[in-house]
Every structure is written in C-alpha cells, then in structure tokens.
C-alpha cells in the first residue's frame, strides 16, 4: 500500500514531477553517452594497440629496450617461433628486427623506426595490412625487397603525398554536395600543385572562409591528395658494425591508423632485405611477436615464457604499454566516479522537490501518524517517492542512452575537427560507443543509491513533525 | 464499562512571555457507547482535550486512562500503534489522501495492520455501505462533495474497529443536508455497533443529537449534561 501511495503521489503535481524526471533523464543520458563515447574510444585504442602495434606478448634480448642497440639481438629465433607456436593457446608467432634510422626524400627527411618484418607471418598476428590507405599500392604483394609500407603522416613529412586541385576533383566534390560558392572558391586554384599539407591549407585558408574551411576542409584536403606510386627514398642507419649504410626503397604502401606517433616513425620493409644490408646473421631477431588465442591469457603465457625463457625479457601488451592497461583497468572506476559525480548533482534537485513534497502535505503527514502510520512507514513512503522520481528518470535516461549508443556504435560519431589532437594522443577521432551491460547495472544501483540518499533529509523532516501542530496547519 | 478516564487534566503551552493554560484540570469519564459532544468557545480547549485522548499531544500534568492504558507511560512508537487499534479520527477538513479512491483510503489503515484481502476488502464495502458510499468506493476525493469525503473519512475511522471515535469539528464545513446525513450515520453506528463518539463542536445541530453534552470555558468543564434519548 505504502508503493502504491508512493507512486500515486508523485503524479499528484505532474509537471514539477516531469521537470525532476527530466533532468535526471537528461542528466543519467549525458553520464551513460559520455562513458560510452569514452568506453568505445579506450575499448578502439586498446585494440590498435593489440591489432595493429604490440600483440599480446613480446619476447626480445634483455637489453634491447633500454639501449636499442642492434647487437642486442636474439639468437636462435627460429626454433624459439617453432616451440612458442606448438604450444596451447597461441594463435601466431613472428619475428622482427629492428633500427633507428632516418628516412630521407629529395627535399625532406625523418627520424624513423625500421622494423624487418615477414609479411605473411605479420598478417597472421596482426590487421596493419587491412589499414592500407585505397589507391596507395599493396602489402608486401611483390616480391621486390625495396618496398616499404609506411604511414600516412610519414608520406605526408616526406612530401611523398601532395596535394592537386584538378577538374576530376572538382567534379567530386561538386557532387559530393559541396555549396556552389565553395566550390567556385576552390576552382580559384585548379591546376596549382602543393608540395605538402601546410601550404595547401594555407591557399585554402585564403579562398575560403573559416566556417566553410571548418566544414569542408578536410574533405578537400583528402581529395586533392595525390600519391607518387612507388615512390623512391632512402633509409639511413648504422649496421652492426656501426657503419654508415643504407639502402634505396619504394612505397609499396600507405596505412592509416588513428596513431599519427606510430604512422610518422614506424617504416616496415622486408626482414630479409634489412638483414642483407645490415650484415645480420640469420636465426636472429630483436623481438619476437605472439598472438594468443585469448588476450586474456596474455599474463600466464608471460609468466610461462619467462620460465622457458630466463635469459630472455617477456613482456605482455599491458607491461609494454602500461598507460593503456591502466586506462583500461581503471575505466570502470573512472566511469562509476563520473557517474557518481552527475547523479550527486541531480540529487541537490531531487532533495529540493521532496522537501517540497514534505512542506505542502505537512498536514496530510500528520494525519497519517494519527490514524496511527508509524515513522518507520513515513520515512519509508517519502523515501519510495524519492526513490520512483530517480528510477523513473533514469530508465528513461537509460533507455534513451541506450538507443543512442546503439544506433551511433555502427554509424560511430566523427569529431573531424579534432582528428589531429585526438591522433595524437593514439585516438581515433571516428569513434564506436560502447558499453556493456553490466555498466548499466551499476548505473541502476546509483540510482537507486540516489534516490535513498535524497530522500533521508526530507523524510527526517517529515519524521520530526509533531502531528497535533501538522494537523492545526492550514 | 470506562473506555476513558481524565483524572486532572492540564495543558500549558509555553509562549515567549506567556504561559497559557489550554486545559485546567479536566476531569472526566466516558463510558463504553456515549456520543457525547464537547462544545464552548473558540480557544476554549475542546480540540487540545481532543487531541491528548486520542494521544497526539501530552498533558502537561494529570493522567488519561484508555481502556486502563495511561498513555503518558507509553512509547511514542507504542502510542502510534495504540492509536491506530483503538482510536479512530474524523477531522474538519477530511483530510482524505487526494491520489487514493475512497475504498483506498478507507482500507489504508487496516493495510497498516496487515489485514488479509479478502477480510479487508468486506469490511471496506460493509464500511462504505454503511455510510452510504457503497457505489462510489472507487471514486477520488476530488470527484466526491464535501459530505461524502466526511463520510468517507468516517468510514476511515471505524475501519480499524476502534474503541471510540474522536471527531474535531466534524460538521463545520458541511451544508444542512450533509450534516444530518453524517450524524444520521454516526448514530446509527454507535448504536448498532456501541461504538463511542466524542465531538468537539461549535454545531448546535451536533450538540442536538448528542447525548452528552460537555461545556468547555477557559479550559475547564463548566457543564456536563446527559441526556435521555
């Protein structure tokens, strides 16, 4: 009887109910949504992380990653791949080698990180060929031992990508549905050349105006992008016997992934070409790359590969790259404190419409304890109350959220005008929500937290009236 | 049979300045099936008499026995409860919880006491029957006169099958009609039912039907009549 009373009684003023109920919607879908735009955007760097740069485990020579030398390399490698990929739970294995060197075109040059790798080997671990950038050439599809797969951002520094306004782009455009004044604008400068991205969007800037640039920049800017197909430029490093060499090479390809540190350094080029120029031995690598089945699994594996291998460093993704396991282990924290932080706003409101709620039935309260309601029962109604406005608000707010988060976790949201800030922190800026139900779980319990702890200032008010005095008031 | 005994009875309010002497040594005994009123003049004392029976206040010295319970040596918890099982409330202004139906309304207190369905929703129908309310059990307050939310509110105060029936200005904000319904109805069920009813009133009809008749001044009975109907 005491719910029911409860429900009925906060319809009894419908609109300043709704305008609560509102707010905790509102307030309950601006939490969830943010935690799932956060969720989705850790959930997707924790992936690039495994798919695209680390895997799940390496093993590499004890000093190699505090001196990067090239002597310190691991011998032995190939019956070491053979033994880790006959053992339970491992899905592939391969080996790399690894420089620091400087990549060099006609007019630029860049510090970069050669890895040797085995392309068909990598494929089996890890999904970089699958980020290969259309019309840029292929993976490793020939056998030539010149050609390199490098990142985007590199292309661009080493001026590999220019930038052309030609009629074919201007017809793209066009009916890609950009304005007509746009469009007239850009013509402006049909047939210049652009070495790099800096002085088209410079020209750019000075035909068009800022909101039209904000809107349709970058979708120019990709447009206008020209590749030289297999391109020449030279890497530059020491070989192990700290001679100057090096060696000519071609852009076999062009990835783009949402890291611009990793697309701007890392240079892949075949293993047995790098070792041809940098007099390695054979049976040798710098490190040693293992998918599991699992990822899950990655911290026993390590532990059992440390004991095979005692001479060598083992590390899974989460020692390699500690921020991200930390991001992604405190999230839940993170997500529960952001929450908890939102609905102790929405709180203030719900505490100021129960007391309210007491004042105006001040006198209904006294009765009920004369025709002989107990406190116990008081507290409790005026609590329920407190309790159905937050629940109502915050299924809805739920709901809500969860029809979003739905909907925008195939179509992801852009946030295109912050692609270069979000890439740089290893973002991408073309991010998938998510959140798991669980989340939404915890979510109910705060809420329900909420409406409890809302309701104790109210319903002690409620409590401390004195039915005779409640019964004289008007 | 003594349902209640006043033995001096007093209530001081303490003002700013001023103490004031509500009640002034009130001796009184009511006995088992009286439908006595208590009238006198604004400020006289009747609802602070009224409200120390049923409980909701305390007397400042003195002692009120019902049914052999002093009160004043009860819990407040334990005062709720005997309240609920022994008095029941009729106010001036109803004072009906506006979301609930009549029947709800009516029923609330036996769910207090966790009554059985079944038996609870008999006795609701046999209640709102007797006050004539049989067909608009599921009406809202606001969809009933203000007669019929006091006869709902009657009906309230038997649900519990209580020892007596405290009503502070039951009539006063009733017209002619409603107000010889009602005390039709609360006669008929003290009389078949022996229940007790003390009013307090300023409503000469009221003070006609009742059988008792105690006259309140500056807090003290001045008159106690009784009368043979």
Known sequence: MITKTAWKNIWRNKTRSLVVIASVTIGIFAGVFAVGVMNGAIDQRVDEVLENEVSHVQITHKDFRS?????SYITGVNSIV?????????????????????????????????????????KKLLSLHQELMDGTGDYFEEERGELAYIGYDLAKNLNIIRYRITGDVISKLDSAGLPGEVISAITGFKGSRFDNEKSFKKEMRSLLTSEQESGFGRLILEEAQTFRKRAKFTLTFVDRNNNQTGGVFRVGGIYDIPNSMFESTMVFVRDSRLRSITEMPDNTAHNILISLDDVDDAGTMTEKLRKEYPDLEVMNWKEIQPDMAMMSEMAGAMYGFFMALILAALAFGIV?????????????????????????????MIMTESVFLSLVGGIAGMIVSWIIIRITSSTGIRFSSMQEGFEAMGFSSHIYPSIGADFFLVVTVLIIITGILSSVYPALKALKLDPADALRTE | MKVLELNNVHKVYNTTHVEVHAVNGVDLDFEEGEFAAIVGPSGSGKTTLLNMIGGLDTPSEGKIEVNSTDLSTL????????????????????????VLTAKENVEFIMNLQ???KKKRDERTMELLKAVGLGERA???????SGGQQQRVAVARALASKPKFVLADEPTANLDSKSTETLLDI????NRDENITFIFSTHDARVVKKARRVITLEDGKVVSDETRDK
């Open chain 1, 67 to 71: 001196n990067n030398d090239l002597g």
């Open chain 1, 82 to 122: 053979e033994n880790i990929s006959s053992m339970e739970g491992v899905n592939a294995v391969t080996s790399r080698l690894h420089l620091v060197g400087m990549a060099n075109t006609a007019r630029k040059s860049a510090g970069v990180k050669i890895i040797g790798i085995k392309p068909m080997q990598e």
């Open chain 1, 352 to 380: 100021n419409t129960m007391l309210m709620v007491v004042l105006e039935r001040i006198k209904e309260l006294g009765m009920l304890t004369a025709i002989g309601m107990n406190k116990k029962k008081v507290f409790r």
């Open chain 2, 75 to 98: 819990k407040s918890s334990a005062v709720i409860d005997f309240r609920m099982r022994n008095i029941g409330f009729v106010f001036q202004s109803y004072n009906l919880i506006p």
């Open chain 2, 114 to 116: 966790k009554w059985p």
């Open chain 2, 138 to 144: 599921h009406s809202k307050p606001s969809q009933l």
């Open chain 2, 186 to 189: 609360m006669e008929k069920l």
